[in-house]
């Protein structure tokens, strides 16, 4: 039973005092150590000796070299004690924090893409820099906390750790967005680009002309390998030669992935998708650099055809889908010696794998992947 209302007429300096008094084990506040948590104020409050009154010392003020050592960008995981200037930039409404690398690339990509969130893909409608550390050791000092009112720490314990902004979980790979490509870039260019991380797939776009986007794609297994590529990668330069690019690193998404690959259908496949990259895979355009790249292109299509395009089986675009993997693998086969030798595998992996076509055309695409390792892997004799 809570103490009648007659007993809780003390001032709040009196209560943090008793509290401040007693011994109490610390409950772990990692951002202010130096606090002390009671285990239950209801405890306290049925205890309390009323006519006991002290005065109440300010608690110990932690500084920002504590905090420092603790918050990190939420985008490649950088520490704020490793950061430029010891500064992060606070996100407006969602409250992230990102480093000032990541900040930067996210700002030289405005024009082609909203300005949003790394993390969250919410609006950004402003930031402020938040500095964990003056130049040379000096700390900016954090301002001491007062003690609570009664009311405040009867409803709840004011000295408790404030809960982390955590991540959702996903199965999905996480997917990097790779700005300012040059135009010969491949998806072998970029899976060596990140080594030794090994990404599960890179995707080089292409227009309807088959002109290469100056944009790209990785898919990685994990949030941690994309935030090494993110922390090894955006001071590296990609390409050689007059080609070679400083690039533009930013955290992307399934959806805005799926939504590049098929633009004119809201990110679904859609026929005119198909007529326009078989239309590339057949005859090809001067525009494309590199013969292996609208092949690679289908291997894209076909692994971001998920489930939700179930409803593709049966209708004319799962059919010409079908139809335009067997001619690829037709021709790649009838020209080994002009594609990459990755492109085949990699064309028959994904279509394997894509769960838009039936189960006959499943079959029919395992009996081709074998006789395709029959004769092309298979130990000359």
Same mark, same amino acid.
């Given at each position: 039973?809570?103490?009648?209302?007659?007993?809780?007429?003390?001032?709040?300096?009196?209560? @943090? $005092?008793?509290?401040?008094? #007693?011994?109490?084990? /610390?409950?772990?506040?990692?951002?202010? %150590?130096?606090?002390?948590? =009671? *285990?239950?104020?209801?405890?306290?409050?049925?205890?309390?000796?009323?006519?006991?009154?002290?005065?109440?010392?300010?608690?110990?003020?932690?500084?920002?070299?504590?905090?420092?050592?603790?918050?990190?960008?939420?985008?490649?995981?950088?520490?704020?004690?490793?950061?430029?200037?010891?500064?992060?930039?606070?996100?407006?409404?969602?409250?992230?924090?990102?480093?000032?690398?990541?900040?930067?690339?996210?700002?030289?990509?405005?024009?082609?893409?909203?300005?949003?969130?790394?993390?969250?893909?919410?609006?950004?409608?402003?930031?402020?820099?938040?500095?964990?550390?003056?130049?040379?050791?000096?700390?900016?000092?954090?301002?001491?906390?007062?003690?609570?009112?009664? @009311? $405040?720490?009867?409803?709840? #314990?004011?000295?408790? /750790?404030?809960?982390?902004?955590?991540? %959702?979980?996903?199965?999905? =790979? *996480?997917?990097?967005?790779?700005?300012?490509?040059?135009?010969?870039?491949?998806?072998?260019?970029?899976?060596?680009?990140?080594?030794?991380?090994?990404?599960?797939?890179?995707?080089?776009?292409?227009?309807?002309?088959?002109?290469?986007?100056?944009?790209?794609?990785?898919?990685?297994?994990?949030?941690?390998?994309?935030?090494?590529?993110?922390?090894?990668?955006?001071?590296?330069?990609?390409?050689?030669?007059?080609?070679?690019?400083?690039?533009?690193?930013?955290?992307?998404?399934?959806?805005?992935?799926?939504?590049?690959?098929?633009?004119?259908?809201?990110?679904?496949?859609?026929?005119?998708?198909?007529?326009?990259?078989?239309?590339?895979?057949?005859?090809?355009?001067?525009?494309?650099?590199?013969?292996?790249?609208?092949?690679?292109?289908?291997?894209?299509?076909?692994?971001?055809?998920?489930?939700?395009?179930?409803?593709?089986?049966?209708?004319?675009?799962?059919?010409?889908?079908?139809?335009?993997?067997?001619?690829?693998?037709?021709?790649?086969?009838?020209?080994?010696?002009?594609?990459?030798?990755?492109?085949?595998?990699?064309?028959?992996?994904?279509?394997?794998?894509?769960?838009?076509?039936?189960?006959?055309?499943?079959?029919?695409?395992?009996?081709?992947?074998?006789?395709?390792?029959?004769?092309?892997?298979?130990?000359?004799?």
């Amino acid at each position: 039973m809570l103490p009648s209302l007659s007993a809780l007429q003390t001032s709040s300096n009196e209560l @943090a $005092s008793f509290l401040a008094s #007693s011994p109490i084990s /610390p409950s772990g506040s990692t951002l202010f %150590p130096s606090l002390h948590a =009671p *285990t239950s104020i209801f405890d306290r409050l049925a205890t309390v000796p009323i006519s006991t009154v002290s005065h109440v010392p300010l608690v110990s003020t932690p500084t920002r070299a504590h905090v420092s050592h603790i918050i990190s960008c939420s985008v490649c995981g950088s520490h704020a004690s490793s950061a430029a200037r010891g500064e992060l930039t606070l996100l407006e409404p969602c409250k992230h924090l990102v480093c000032r690398a990541c900040m930067t690339h996210s700002l030289n990509i405005v024009g082609e893409k909203n300005f949003s969130c790394m993390t969250c893909d919410a609006p950004i409608i402003n930031f402020s820099l938040l500095s964990t550390a003056k130049a040379g050791n000096s700390v900016d000092p954090i301002p001491a906390i007062k003690p609570p009112g009664i @009311a $405040s720490m009867i409803l709840a #314990s004011s000295f408790a /750790p404030p809960v982390p902004i955590t991540e %959702p979980l996903s199965s999905e =790979p *996480t997917v990097i967005r790779i700005d300012n490509c040059p135009w010969d870039v491949t998806p072998t260019m970029l899976t060596t680009w990140v080594a030794p991380i090994s990404p599960l797939a890179a995707h080089v776009l292409l227009d309807r002309k088959g002109k290469t986007l100056s944009h790209a794609f990785l898919e990685l297994c994990t949030r941690d390998d994309a935030r090494t590529v993110l922390r090894a990668c955006r001071t590296k330069i990609l390409g050689s030669g007059r080609r070679a690019r400083g690039v533009t690193l930013t955290l992307s998404s399934q959806d805005e992935l799926r939504l590049q690959l098929f633009p004119n259908h809201n990110g679904a496949l859609g026929s005119s998708d198909v007529d326009a990259l078989g239309e590339l895979i057949r005859t090809g355009t001067v525009f494309i650099k590199d013969v292996n790249l609208p092949h690679w292109l289908l291997a894209s299509i076909l692994r971001k055809v998920g489930p939700a395009d179930k409803s593709l089986v049966g209708s004319a675009t799962q059919e010409k889908l079908f139809a335009l993997v067997v001619e690829a693998a037709d021709k790649m086969l009838a020209d080994r010696p002009a594609f990459d030798p990755a492109v085949l595998p990699d064309v028959l992996s994904a279509a394997r794998e894509c769960a838009a076509f039936s189960p006959q055309q499943q079959h029919q695409l395992d009996q081709l992947w074998q006789g395709v390792c029959a004769l092309v892997f298979a130990p000359a004799s």
